[in-house]
Nanobody, 124 residues
């Protein structure tokens, strides 16, 4: 059974930075796409960033120039480096393991494997 544990969230001021981590166990990490999603209060969960097993990355437009996803296959861990944080980045951030990719190898959709989430709060 795949287990995902996120960490690194917290309270940060506008313009600050955070690094989220997601440690995976129980699955073949290096062979699977990893992704980050977030859910703000009263809103649906939205895609933030992904990295396939071939290191192809994708970002939602609102974070493209500020966030960076990386992975360490030796540690079975995926990271989300968040810079220049804005109040609208406030949300619970979730990692996802093993999402689907499309015919071109790009990330397409999440799997049913989710972590418990980590809260990120950006104060103005």
């Amino acid at each position: 059974q795949v287990q995902l544990v996120e960490s690194g969230g917290g309270l940060v001021q506008v313009g600050g930075s955070l690094r989220l981590s997601c440690a995976a166990s129980g699955g073949r990490f290096s062979f699977n796409a990893m992704a980050w999603y977030r859910q703000a209060p009263g809103k649906q969960r939205e895609f933030v960033a992904s990295m396939t097993s071939d290191m192809i990355t994708n970002y939602v437009d609102s974070v493209r120039d500020r966030f960076s996803i990386s992975r360490d296959n030796a540690k079975n861990t995926v990271y989300l480096h968040m810079n220049t944080l804005k109040p609208e980045d406030t949300a619970i951030y979730y990692c996802n393991f093993g999402g689907k990719t499309d015919y071109s190898g790009r990330y397409a959709s999440p799997s049913n494997y989710w972590g418990q989430g980590t809260q990120v709060t950006v104060s103005s």
